[in-house]
C-alpha cells in the first residue's frame, strides 16, 4: 500500500491562528503558507554555504559549457562590443548637435561659483536632464543595434541586457554624482561644495562608478553562463561583496566634504552637540544599510531566502548614493544664504522634497530588498507594520514641511516695523509689533502642528489615540484648576500683547521692575535695566506699564545765563543750533521735531534759566541731545556768552574766626 503525501498550501495573508487550526484538523499534512519565507536557521546557512564552496570547483566546466553553446562564440561577444560603441557614438553625436542648438539659442548661462540656487538649479537640472535623455538615445541605439547584428538567439540577447543594463547603472551613478559636484562648473553645482572638495567628490564618484560597472559586467556574463547554479554561487557571492564594499568605499571616502556641509568650521559654532556628533557619523548609517543589503544578497544567492532578494544588488547602491547625495544637497541649499530671499511657502517645499525623498527612498529600498510597503496589511508581523511605518512617514514629511513653512513665512513678515537701535544708552527704541508676537505665534504654531502631526502618524500605526485625547484634556483641567496664577499670568500676558502695551526693545516701567524688553514668553517677559540687571516678570505682576519707547519723546533740558545777557538774542541762537541739527545727516529719520527754545523759564539769583526742548524717535534722544549740547557750545562761544556760573564774594574780615585768630587777610 503505496502512502501519498497531503501537501495543503494556503495564502499569503492566512493568520497564525488559521494555520493552526488547518494543522489540528490535518495533523499528517504539510501546511505551506504562499509568499511565506521562514527564517534561515544557522545550520541551513552553514549546509547552504559548505554546498556552494564545494561545488565552486565545477564553475570552470560550466563556463566552457556555455562558451561552446554560444552562436559564433568570440564573434557574437564581439558583435556587443561594437553595437555598444555605435550605440555611444550615436549618442556624442546628439549630444553634439543638441550642445550647438542650445549655444546658437544664447541658453548657456555664464559660469561662476556667485550664481544663486535657482539658477544653479536651473542649469544643473538642464544638464542632467541632458544626459538622461542621452542615456535614452543609447540605450535605444544599442537595442536596435543588437537586434540588427546579433543572432536571434534568447540567451545571448540576455546577455547582451545584462552587459547594457550594468554600464547604464554606473553611468547614472556617474551623472548624478557630475551633476551634484560639477568639478568644473560652479554655476549649475547642485551642492555647496568648494571646488576643491567637489573635485574630490567627483573623483570619487568617477572611480565607484566604473568599479560598479566592471562588477556588474562580470556579474551579467556569470549570470548568463551559470544561473543559479550551485557551481556559480560562491563567485556570485564574492562579486555581491565587492559591488557592496564599492559603495561603502564611496560614504567612507566623501565623508569629510559632505560633513563640512552638515556643520561649517566656522568661528562661533558649537561643534560638540549631538546633532554635531551624529553630522560626523553620517556614513555608518549607510555603510550599515550595505551591510545589511549584502547580507541578503547573500542569503538569496544561497537560496535560503527568496532568489528576488539577489535582484537588486546594484540598484540598491545606486539608490543609496543618490539619496544621500540629493538629500545633503537640499539641506545644504535650505541652510544656506540663497535661499534667504525665498518665500516661506519655498522653504516650505524644500523640506517637503527633502522628505520625500527620504521616504521614497525607503520605499524603493525595502522593495528591492523584496518587502512591498504598500500592500495591504496582513495579519502579523512585518507585514502588519510596514504599511502603517510608510503612512506614518509621509505625515511626518508633510507635518515638518508645513511647520518649516509656517516658521518662516511668521518669521519673514515680523521684520522691518520698529526701531530697536537706543543709541547706546540702553533704554530701548521702537520695537516692531510682528517681531513682539513672533515667539508666541512660532510656539503655537508648533505646538498645533506637532500635535497633529503626532497623533495622525500614531493613527496611522494603528495605535488609539482617543484615551491620549481623553487624558489630555483631562490633565489640561487638572492643570487649570491647580495652576490659577498661571492661567492669570498667560490671560494678563494675552491682553497686554493684544493691547500692544509694549514690544521687544521697548524700554518699559511697571510695577514689578524697569527695562528693556529682551525675551516675551507666555507667561513672562524679561527686562534688562539700563545698568545690567535682569528682571523676569509674571504679566500677572506687571500692573500699570509706562512705555518709554513708544513713537516720539520729547526731550527736555535747560541751561543758566548771566543777568545781563541778551535773552531774545540767545533765543535766535538756540533756533540756528537747532537748524544745524536738522541738516546732520547722523541726525537724518531720528529727530521728528528741531530744537527749540522755550525762552526764559526762571530767574535763579542773578541768573536766567533757558529751556529748550527736540521731538526725537524713540532710544533716538539721547544722541540727539549730545549733538544739541555741541551746537548750543559753539554757538554761545561764537557770540561770546559764557554760561552762568555762581561765585562767592568774601568781604574783607570774613575769614577771621577761630580757625584764623591772626585777624582779616
Same mark, same amino acid.
Request: proline content about 5%; charged content about 15%.
Given at each position: 500500500? *503505496? ?5 495543503? *498550501?494556503?495564502?499569503?495573508?492566512? *493568520? ?31 549546509? !547552504? ?27 557574437? #561577444? ?69 537586434? $540588427? ?30 551633476? #551634484? ?54 563567485? #556570485? ?95 545644504? @541649499?535650505?541652510?544656506?544664504?540663497? $535661499? ?65 513653512? *509656517?516658521? !518662516? ?59 491620549? +485625547? ?20 498667560? +490671560? ?8 500692544? !502695551?509694549?514690544?521687544?526693545?521697548? @524700554? ?28 523676569? +516678570? ?128
Amino acid at each position: 500500500m *503505496s502512502s501519498e503525501a497531503v501537501i495543503l *498550501s494556503l495564502p499569503a495573508d492566512a *493568520s497564525d491562528e488559521l494555520v493552526e487550526q488547518v494543522k489540528a484538523a490535518f495533523p499528517g499534512a504539510t501546511i505551506s503558507v504562499e509568499g511565506a519565507t521562514p527564517a534561515p536557521t544557522p545550520l541551513e546557512l552553514e549546509a !547552504a554555504l559548505a554546498t556552494a564552496v564545494s561545488a565552486s570547483g565545477g564553475l570552470g566546466g560550466v563556463v566552457a559549457d556555455w562558451w561552446s553553446g554560444i552562436p559564433g562564440g568570440a564573434t557574437s #561577444l564581439m558583435l556587443i562590443l561594437v553595437a555598444l560603441v555605435a550605440a555611444y557614438a550615436i549618442e556624442r553625436g546628439v549630444r553634439v548637435l543638441a550642445a550647438r542648438g542650445s549655444a546658437h539659442a544664447g541658453g548657456m548661462i555664464g559660469k561662476g561659483a556667485e550664481a544663486t540656487f535657482s539658477s544653479r538649479l536651473e542649469e544643473g537640472g538642464r544638464w542632467l536632464i541632458g544626459r538622461a535623455l542621452s542615456l535614452i538615445v543609447f540605450v535605444v541605439a544599442a537595442r536596435v543595434i543588437g537586434r $540588427v547584428m546579433l543572432p536571434a538567439d534568447p540567451g545571448l540577447r540576455d546577455l547582451g541586457l545584462g552587459v547594457l543594463g550594468a554600464i547604464v547603472l554606473g553611468r547614472a551613478v556617474l551623472a548624478v554624482v557630475a551633476a #551634484l559636484t560639477a568639478p568644473q562648473n560652479p554655476s549649475r553645482r547642485l551642492m555647496g561644495f568648494s571646488d576643491t572638495d567637489a573635485a574630490d567628490v567627483f573623483r570619487i564618484g568617477f572611480i565607484v562608478a566604473n568599479a560598479l560597472i566592471l562588477i556588474r559586467l562580470i556579474r551579467a556574463l556569470l549570470v548568463d553562463a551559470a544561473g543559479a547554479a550551485p557551481e556559480a554561487q560562491l563567485a #556570485l557571492i564574492i562579486l555581491a561583496v565587492l559591488n557592496s564594499a564599492a559603495g561603502a568605499i564611496f560614504f567612507i571616502a566623501v565623508r569629510e566634504p559632505v560633513t563640512r556641509l552638515m556643520v561649517p568650521d566656522a568661528p562661533g559654532i558649537d561643534l560638540a552637540g549631538w546633532r554635531t556628533w551624529l553630522a560626523r557619523r553620517w556614513h555608518w548609517a549607510f555603510v550599515g544599510l550595505i551591510v545589511i543589503d549584502v547580507a541578503l544578497k547573500i542569503f538569496g544567492i544561497l537560496g535560503v531566502l527568496s532568489p528576488d532578494a539577489n535582484d537588486g544588488a546594484g540598484p540598491v547602491i545606486f539608490l543609496v548614493m543618490v539619496a544621500a547625495l540629493v538629500v545633503s544637497a537640499i539641506a545644504t @541649499y535650505r541652510r544656506g544664504p540663497d $535661499v534667504e530671499d525665498w518665500s516661506g511657502w519655498g522653504l516650505g517645499a524644500l523640506v517637503f522634497a527633502e522628505g520625500a525623498v527620504i521616504v521614497g527612498a525607503s520605499i524603493l529600498l525595502l522593495r528591492l530588498w523584496g518587502i512591498d510597503p504598500l500592500a495591504a496589511p496582513s495579519e502579523g508581523g512585518l507585514g502588519a507594520l510596514l504599511p502603517g511605518l510608510v503612512e506614518a512617514g509621509i505625515i511626518t514629511v508633510i507635518g515638518v514641511a508645513l511647520w518649516r513653512a *509656517s516658521a !518662516a513665512l511668521i518669521t519673514r513678515n515680523a521684520g522691518g516695523e520698529g526701531d530697536t537701535d537706543d543709541g547706546g544708552d540702553g533704554m530701548g527704541g521702537e520695537g516692531s509689533r510682528l517681531e513682539t508676537v513672533v515667539p508666541i505665534l512660532r510656539g503655537f504654531a508648533f505646538a498645533v502642528i506637532g500635535v497633529t502631526t503626532a497623533m495622525t502618524a500614531l493613527a496611522a500605526m494603528g495605535v488609539n489615540v482617543g484615551p491620549l +485625547i481623553a487624558s489630555a484634556g483631562v490633565v489640561g483641567l487638572a492643570v487649570g484648576f491647580g495652576a490659577q496664577k498661571l492661567v492669570s499670568d498667560v +490671560i494678563s500676558g494675552l491682553f497686554y500683547l493684544f493691547e500692544d !502695551a509694549f514690544r521687544l526693545g521697548e @524700554y518699559i516701567v511697571t510695577d514689578g521692575g524697569k527695562g528693556t524688553v529682551e525675551r516675551i514668553s507666555i507667561r513672562s517677559a524679561r527686562l534688562r535695566h539700563h545698568n545690567g540687571p535682569i528682571y523676569t +516678570i509674571p504679566f500677572s505682576a506687571m500692573g500699570t506699564i509706562q512705555n518709554h519707547s513708544r513713537d516720539f519723546v520729547v526731550m527736555k533740558f535747560s541751561f543758566q545765563v548771566p543777568e545781563d545777557t541778551d535773552v531774545e538774542m540767545v533765543r535766535k541762537l538756540v533756533k540756528k543750533a537747532g537748524a544745524e541739527l536738522s541738516s546732520d545727516p547722523e541726525l537724518e529719520g531720528k529727530l521728528i521735531s528741531p530744537l527749540k527754545s522755550q525762552g526764559a523759564v526762571s530767574i535763579q539769583g542773578r541768573s536766567f534759566e533757558i529751556g529748550c526742548k527736540f521731538t526725537a524717535r524713540p532710544g533716538q534722544q539721547f544722541l540727539v541731545r549730545r549733538k544739541a549740547y555741541v551746537a548750543l557750545q559753539r554757538a554761545l562761544r561764537n557770540a561770546g556768552i559764557e554760561l552762568f556760573a555762581p561765585t562767592l564774594t568774601l568781604a574783607p574780615g570774613e575769614l577771621s574766626g577761630p580757625g584764623n585768630p591772626s585777624g582779616p587777610a
